[in-house]
């Protein structure tokens, strides 16, 4: 048994809160192309591959996403992931049947993470899964050893918020970018869990730490198996009116094609293809490297209007009024 985390947990599932089933249901199936079900209870639950729920919205007065699953290996990388959370602090509770079966898992575990969002782990072992055929218009999906995709993050206290995934979950740093968005000089840190090259992006502001962000994440990734996918959501997106936050681009780090949407809960969804993976040679040899610019050619933005910029504006004052929270940062102590 080894004791590292690394290679043996994956992002799993999402859990948005939203009163905007409608909205969502048509966002999810007719704008990005994903298989999408209805229950009874207002439940969205939106498929991707064969597990039964990569993405769930229950109704909620949120507009965010309130948890995300992280699935790991076997048993033995449970009991090594819950120590080291209550090691820093954090207390780990089961979820409750109903809460599990809402996930698509059979049993997991939780605790409050980076902004206030539930970090929730499973094994895969508990994942459900089914044989029914996918009906979405995408070709397909890359999910498997990778995980669902990535997802990034806004915050003040970056260096904590960094070091929690790295002590939590031996994650690794496969590179940095600085840029000047909006104005403002931005940090942006990339850490990898596994094979995917960032997992978990971080994004600060340099110098005055302020969160223009309303949501607790700033986007979600999904890897779409073709670029014809990619282009094809972004065009079904524009048809029907979704906000393009990011028009189709690539970054410099991981080489991904992509384009940014806003979703119904505000937060973006990013649609990409091809990003780079690390084999395991290249884990003996890699090197986090610097770049300068979030992307290499294209991303441009297409909805940001001077009532978005002042709205954001005015978000990023209000942070500095709130405390920031980065998990297990008691524990954490001072950077060594």
Excluded at 31 to 40: D, T
Excluded at 233 to 257: F, M, T, V
Aim: aromatic share 8%.
């Amino acid at each position: 048994m080894t004791d590292s985390l690394f290679g043996r947990m994956r992002l799993g599932y999402v859990l948005i809160e939203s009163c905007r089933q409608d909205a969502w249901q048509r966002f999810a199936k007719e704008g990005l192309g994903l298989h999408v079900e209805a229950a009874r209870d207002g439940v969205l639950a939106v498929r991707v591959d064969e597990r039964q729920r990569r993405i769930v919205v229950r109704p909620g007065p949120a507009e965010d996403v309130v948890a995300t699953g992280w699935q790991v290996d076997d048993g033995d990388a449970l009991g090594l992931a819950l120590a080291r959370l209550r090691a820093l602090g954090l207390d780990p509770e089961r979820l409750p049947g109903p809460e599990a079966a809402l996930r698509g898992i059979d049993e997991g575990w939780r605790c409050r993470g980076p902004k206030g969002t539930f970090i929730e782990l499973f094994t895969d072992a508990s994942a459900q899964r089914t044989d029914a055929p996918l009906r979405m218009r995408a070709s397909g999906f890359v999910t498997g050893a990778s995980g669902l995709g990535h997802m990034a993050i806004t915050s003040r206290e970056p260096e904590a918020m960094e070091r929690f995934w790295v002590e939590a979950f031996d994650a690794r740093l496969s590179d940095r970018i600085e840029d000047r968005l909006s104005g403002v000089t931005m940090d942006f840190a990339f850490l990898r869990l596994n094979e995917r090259h960032h997992s978990i992006a971080i994004a600060s502001t340099r110098g005055l730490r302020f969160d223009p962000m309303r949501t607790s994440i700033h986007h979600l990734n999904l890897q779409a198996a073709s670029f014809d996918d990619v282009v094809q959501g972004y065009r079904q997106c524009r048809a029907l009116g979704y906000p393009i936050a990011s028009a189709i681009g690539q970054h410099p780090n991981d080489k991904e094609l992509s384009f940014y949407v806003q979703s119904p809960s505000d937060f973006e969804i990013e649609l990409g293809w091809n990003p780079l993976t690390l084999s395991a040679e290249d884990e003996k040899t890699w090197q986090p490297g610097a770049y300068r610019g979030i992307s290499l050619w294209g991303h441009f933005p297409e909805n940001l209007t001077l009532g978005l910029k002042a709205r954001q504006f005015g978000r990023g004052l209000l942070s500095l009024t709130r405390r920031a929270e980065s998990p297990g940062q008691t524990a954490l102590g001072p950077r060594r």
